[in-house]
């Protein structure tokens, strides 16, 4: 096991499992935060219940700063990532893997570290923390028998790379960054989209209006192909079909509780790369513009 020690940037649903699952596996782990989840994390620790990996508590070490030279896991939401980007300017990290949703945040993240290796990779599962603050640890719930991680074929021997193997979870290592991304930006926007426009599980939002169901997997299968990640809407129905009935996406808690959430860096990041190739969304454009609405 490397003596290097191990940072997560974002100690949210992902990050809090993530870093919970690299200590049980024995690795030096601090979480970076701000100030005061930082200290509350520092003081409290978290509590982890999942289905997977059962229940425990997490005693992690917690800084606003990430040890100098460490190897980064970076589990922040879009609106983190200009803030995750400083953290690594001035920390030398020795590798850095982003698990964030989208495509658009490793120009900013590699920008940010250039003397490192910097991989964009990609997680599943469904996780949720309660809020951190007052006397108690917040909780990292993990629901389902899935937490897969999906690394490029390039990032196959980094020792980041070795020690997300070490925590139980599925890793698979296969493709380029570029395909790795659009496999779960294609998923992840049909899941969130879908799920957020009526407000339930993925079951029934994909029945409750199925011409709009179709037109906006063959929109975003368009794109995804267009990308270089050859997609169907068939096959995008599909993938939801297998999940859980009651899995939704993340952006669902985020805009039913009034926050835009990554609605643009799911949604509009694929509207962007549509533009680019000159491909007419329509029913995209449509959800993307009336989700922003419900929240502006």
Known sequence: MSDVPVAVIGPGAIGGLMAALLQRAGHDVTVV???????????HGLDVVSDMFGSWHAPLAASTTVPHGAQVLVAVKADGVAAAADLLRDAAPA??????????????????????????????GQTRRTPVGGPDPATVTHS??????????????????????????????????????????????????????????????LDRDPALTAALLDEIAAVATAEGVPSTGAELRTLLGGMPPLTVGSLEADLSAGRP??????????????????????????TVDRLAASVA
């Open 33 to 43: 935060a701000r100030e005061a989840t930082a200290a509350h994390i520092a003081e």
């Open 95 to 124: 590798e850095v893997i982003a698990l964030l949703n989208g495509v658009e945040h490793m120009a900013a993240l590699r920008a940010a570290a250039p003397g490192a290796r910097v991989v964009g990779a990609t997680i599943a």
């Open 144 to 205: 389902f028998d899935l937490l897969t991680i999906v690394v490029p074929a390039d990032a196959a021997d980094l020792g980041l790379t070795a020690a997300l193997r070490d925590t139980g979870a599925l890793l698979q290592t296969g493709g380029t960054e570029a395909e790795v991304l659009w496999k779960k930006l294609r998923f992840l926007a049909a899941l969130s989209l879908l799920t957020s426009t009526w407000s339930t599980g993925i079951a029934d939002a």
């Open 261 to 286: 959430g990554e609605l643009d860096a799911i949604g509009g990041a694929i509207l962007r790369a549509g533009g680019r190739h000159g491909i007419d969304l329509p029913v995209l454009t449509a």
